[in-house]
């Protein structure tokens, strides 16, 4: 592309740094903001650069925050002493937009795969220890992907864990609404072995 | 979505104002900016405040420019008395990328569109018409949408333009690669009424 001032296309060239957004995109993001007021434009660069810069993560549990303790750890109404263990961020809030959970979280930052480089030290796995240890803990949930590396990360965990914890996974299974011919066998196969007596199933319909 | 910063909201906020953003791409995006260092995320926010502050448009075509004349407009290594009229500096990106015109542009900002409420004074007409009475012009290339609003526009500025210039519009017709059974009759019909002799076809194999 062919720019006639430097400044849109450096602008460009920064927003095409970002994940998914290719240099067609990221020109009519730029035009679009070129057409905005300047006072909404400098609004959009001070959020970015306060988002990064004043942002925390939770002391306790890893997730961002405003403060050293995050909203979820401190508040009293939600079960203290039930840990969902998730990889990111972005997994505690799919699992908040269920309305579901009211125990706490505990985000590990990803799963063990020593083929990408990634032991139990570059984790936040001592810190979920220490937590168990330190404070009453009834029950560990974990919510990780459901792959090789995610099991590995499961049986790693737990078996660190203080012995009287309650220790869960999430059901794996087929999704609702999925297709029984199009899951995979693994997938099936693990949903006949895990089924539920039907009084126990809870369909959200 | 549920999210436990009033930071990490606000930033996926404000990304999903910009056109084509949804709330789960700006997550994925503001996710991303904090995984970046600091410095990154900083150059970032100010690239954008500068772009909206600083850039200027030319004064002569209505380019985005770094100065009160675009490096186009600047270059007298281009034919200056050849003006190609368009209606976004989009499309002057575009024609650029080509590199098959070494004339200049004049950004009228859109199409005459009664319906919508643009009229000819919406538009940078008059400095147009102003250019060519001003300056010496050769020709005058239209390369406006080919629909009814961009025909009108066409027409309507044509009439303006002093006596002894050349006018011309760029060619339309089956888009290199197209398929002739997919093409609308409307393209079809005006291609087979400005056919073309074969020693004139400039074909970009």
Chains 1, 2 share one sequence.
Do not use: W
Request: one cysteine or more; hydrophobic letters at 35%; a negative charge.
């Amino acid at each position: 592309m062919e720019f006639s001032s430097a400044l849109l296309e450096s602008a460009v060239n920064e927003f095409a740094k970002l994940p998914g957004i290719g240099k067609k995109t990221a020109l009519r993001l730029v035009l679009h903001l070129l057409k905005e007021e300047e006072e909404e434009v400098q609004h959009f660069s001070d959020v970015m650069r306060r988002m990064r810069s004043e942002i925390k993560f939770c002391q306790r549990c890893h997730n961002v925050s405003d403060s050293d303790l995050c909203s979820i750890c401190a508040n009293t109404s939600r079960k203290q002493d039930i840990i969902c263990v998730v990889e990111s961020i972005r997994d505690v809030i799919a699992l908040e937009s269920t309305q579901q959970f009211n125990g706490t979280y505990h985000v590990v930052g990803g799963v063990i795969s020593p083929l990408d480089g990634i032991g139990p030290s570059q984790l936040n796995i001592d810190t979920l220890i220490h937590r168990t240890q330190k404070e009453e803990t009834a029950e560990v949930i974990f919510a990780l992907s459901p792959t090789i590396q995610g099991d590995t990360t499961i049986y790693y965990i737990q078996k660190k864990l203080p012995a009287g914890i309650k220790v869960t996974t999430i059901a794996r299974g087929i999704a609702f609404g999925g297709e029984l011919e199009y899951a995979d066998e693994m997938t099936l196969g693990r949903s006949l072995q895990n089924r539920l007596p039907v009084d126990r199933y809870v369909g959200n319909r």
